[in-house]
T-cell receptor
Framework: SAVISQKPSRDICQRGTSLTIQCQVDSQVTMMFWYRQQPGQSLTLIATANQGSEATYESGFVIDKFPISRPNLTFSTLTVSNMSPEDSSIYLC????????????FGPGTRLLVL | AQSVSQHNHHVILSEAASLELGCNYSYGGTVNLFWYVQYPGQHLQLLLKYFSGDPLVKGIKGFEAEFIKSKFSFNLRKPSVQWSDTAEYFCAVNPLGSKLSFGAGTTVTVRA
């Protein structure tokens, strides 16, 4: 199994600012993903982080708002840009190694509050 | 639209009661199936998974799930719950070559 860590674990931010969340996996994985989990709700996929190329975004999410980087097979960042209170949520990093197994693992999440 | 449906939004039961959570999906073709659990204040953990073979799969903490292909279902069961099973339970479906999709989740509250 993959062990995933995220930084920061939580943050309180002012509207209009940006926050970058880091995700580190303890092994090389082919696929990394970013999800959002709003209070009391299920997980919504924001985008698939592609190594060496632009991320693939789901409907309703755009690169200008959620720029993503993935410089190698173990690390990715998600930036929440120009934040508003509606961005308050838990952001989760996830990883799956399609070469060896199809189980998708999740990080502990970053709890974001925007004032 | 393709989707994952969890029938119960909130289940309340007493310790030692049996638990069954329903999950249906609408994807055709081959799928991988998962149940994840999120304990209060903790992150999402894998409870069990089904890829192929025996449709009755056993997971951690005494949980099991049965895949019924004809019914597009993957229901989760536990014969006797404990207070520590209080958590949010998510069914997830991964059609081969596609993305993991989650159900809305079921909150399970076990009363001591």
């Amino acid at each position: 199994s993959a062990v995933i860590s995220q930084k920061p674990s939580r943050d309180i931010c002012q509207r209009g600012t940006s926050l970058t969340i880091q995700c580190q996996v303890d092994s090389q994985v082919t696929m990394m993903f970013w999800y959002r989990q709003q209070p009391g709700q299920s997980l919504t996929l924001i985008a698939t982080a592609n190594q060496g190329s632009e991320a693939t975004y789901e409907s309703g999410f755009v690169i200008d708002k959620f720029p993503i980087s993935r410089p190698n097979l173990t690390f990715s960042t998600l930036t929440v840009s120009n934040m508003s209170p509606e961005d308050s949520s838990i952001y989760l990093c996830s990883a799956r190694d399609g070469r060896t197994q199809e189980t998708q693992y999740f990080g502990p999440g970053t709890r974001l509050l925007v004032l | 639209a393709q989707s994952v449906s969890q029938h119960n939004h909130h289940v309340i039961l007493s310790e030692a009661a049996s638990l069954e959570l329903g999950c249906n999906y609408s994807y055709g073709g081959t799928v991988n199936l998962f149940w994840y659990v999120q304990y209060p204040g903790q992150h999402l953990q894998l409870l069990l998974k089904y890829f192929s073979g025996d449709p009755l799969v056993k997971g951690i903490k005494g949980f099991e799930a049965e895949f019924i292909k004809s019914k597009f279902s993957f229901n989760l069961r536990k014969p006797s719950v404990q207070w520590s099973d209080t958590a949010e339970y998510f069914c997830a479906v991964n059609p081969l070559g596609s993305k993991l999709s989650f159900g809305a989740g079921t909150t399970v509250t076990v009363r001591a």
